[in-house]
């Protein structure tokens, strides 16, 4: 499938395992520049690693997404963003 997402930047939040690792790597077979979070640096580059190849993302940051300063802070450190899937622990 071809969605066409070269040149095109995604941030997946929590998404160091489960759905979220799954989707960045989906979305970096199709071309798109991945950004992923974690809250844990070990299990960040696991998940990393564990999409190289073919499609590494761009750059994992640490970051809670869940609360109020670490999405400010993950909004201010991932500017021009076309595609964003956050994950919710509260599900």
């Known amino acids: 499938m071809d969605l066409h997402l070269n040149d095109k930047t995604a941030l997946v939040t929590g998404s160091t395992a ?14 798109a520049k991945v950004i992923i979070t974690g809250r844990n640096k070990a299990k960040l580059d696991q998940a990393i690693d564990s999409i190289r190849p073919p499609a590494a993302p761009e750059s994992g940051r640490m970051a809670d997404a869940s609360t ?20 919710s622990r509260d599900l």
């Open 68 to 87: 109020e300063e670490g999405a400010a802070a993950l909004v201010r450190a991932t500017p021009g963003v076309d595609i964003l899937v956050k994950q």
């Open 18 to 31: 489960g759905i979220g690792l799954e989707i960045a790597r989906k979305l970096a077979v199709e071309g």
